[in-house]
């Protein structure tokens, strides 16, 4: 047996209790943790694009059937019956990620992602007191740049590894809305999390023919409720509040990691299974918006979450990250534009806004300060949305970036 033969165990047995998180034990990962979604982990509640555009600002949002999906306390601001469809498009600049920058691929500097989605799909109706919703949005991307490194002597690759990482979260949501009187609404939603991740650590050397494979897949599902209520002491006034309570993802992980040899024919394949768990964290929001004249309108939202309650639980192993609580703010101005078209009234709504977006990882600590804007177009019932963020991280030294675009069509009829 050739000694790559008599080894081969021992390295295997190695790479299987290291090699499926090789960046752990050296450093602190922050923004970019296995679990972590792509741009931010303040991924509650939903925003769509009219709310993009403003700040982030959806709690308080007026006649925009997706934001009930933020908040269901909001159906009652809808026509009677309503139909809404979205997309997004979302970039983020990651550092350090999986065995990226820690140990195993070193780059000149952040890598960049974009992600295209369908993002949402919303159908609303409303009779007297009541209110129903039944939507889908996307919640997370787990996405990671691939990344591939290859050795090469006299043109010829003698050694290749590979990085891979896919995967999104997607929650399908029931609401009701109950009308108190005419200042008061109160929205209840049952939402069920659903997704899938993916990841895949490859190394090949050529001339030996060997080849050790790592690679996870896992599969997540949660219910939760989500809550909210608006308060409408005027007609230039709205004020509102969300709970989206705590709960657990429940994940079906499954792993593999294979040795592959011309010494040993059979090849060595370790597999492993589990039923973990991840801890989601309650979220509170509050959000208001206020009519300044006619034309124009001012929104606010504050939403905080208990990250320090975040904890994930890999193969039966307990991990509490050293997280905080943070408050995500948003600030946002809309201006409406009125005119004739084809013969009905039509209204351009321009839209401006800034978001803070602080990350929940003690060290280092890091926050997004993002920049909106957007526009959209109100006519014959329809409704057409895009919505811009440009922001940039700071605290971590890294200078990472995120961008998303999001564009939304709605129709709804009395």
């Known amino acids: 047996m050739s000694s790559s033969g008599r080894f081969a165990p021992a390295v295997l047995a190695f790479l299987a209790v290291f090699l499926p998180r090789p960046a752990t034990a050296q450093l602190v990962l922050g923004q970019y943790e296995e679990e972590a979604p792509l741009r931010t982990w303040n991924t509650f509640p939903f925003v769509p694009a009219a709310a993009l555009g403003r700040g982030e600002t959806t709690l308080a949002a007026t006649g925009e059937p997706a934001a009930v999906l933020a908040n269901p306390a909001l159906l009652f601001s809808l026509p009677r019956f309503g139909l809404g469809l979205g997309g997004s498009l979302q970039s983020a600049s990651l550092l350090k990620y999986g065995p990226v920058n820690t140990g195993i691929f070193l780059t000149d500097g952040p890598l960049f992602l974009t992600v295209p989605a369908a993002d949402s799909l919303i159908f609303t109706a409303r009779g007297g007191r009541w209110a129903l919703a039944a939507g889908l949005s996307l919640a997370e991307i787990h996405d990671r740049p691939t990344t591939e490194y ?14 891979e990482q896919t995967g999104i979260l997607r929650v399908f949501s029931l609401s009701a809305g109950y009308r108190l009187g005419p200042r008061w609404s109160l929205g209840l939603g049952l939402n069920y999390a659903s997704g ?28 939760y409720l989500q809550g909210g209520v608006v308060w409408e002491p005027g007609p230039k006034l709205r004020l509102a509040a969300v709970l989206r309570a705590p ?21 060595i394949v370790i597999s492993g299974q589990a039923e973990d768990r991840v801890s989601q964290p309650l979220a509170v929001g509050l959000g208001g918006r206020l009519g300044i004249s006619s034309r124009l309108a001012a929104f606010a939202d504050l939403v905080w979450s208990d990250w320090p309650s975040y904890e994930v639980r890999w193969f039966e192993g307990r991990e509490k990250r050293d997280f905080k609580g943070v408050l995500k703010a948003g600030l946002g101005l809309e201006y409406g534009l009125r005119f004739g078209l084809f013969g009905a009234q039509a209204e351009m709504p321009v839209r401006l806004g800034l978001s803070h977006d602080p990350q929940p990882m003690k060290t280092p600590s890091s926050s997004y300060l993002g920049v909106t804007t957007g526009l959209g177009l109100r006519w014959r019932g329809f409704r057409l949305d895009l919505g811009l963020l440009a922001s940039r991280e700071s605290g971590s030294g890294d200078g990472l970036r995120g961008t998303r675009a999001a564009l939304s069509l709605e129709y709804g009829f009395e």
């Open 150 to 163: 290859a050795s090469e002597s006299r043109g010829i690759v003698q050694y290749r590894v590979r990085f």
């Open 196 to 223: 899938s991740r993916d990841r895949s650590f490859r190394e090949e050397w050529t001339a030996s023919r060997i080849t050790i494979t790592d690679e996870k897949s896992e599969k997540q599902t949660g219910f």
């Open 247 to 267: 709960y657990g993802r429940n994940v079906n992980r499954r792993s593999r990691v294979a040795y592959a040899s011309p010494a040993l024919p059979d090849g």
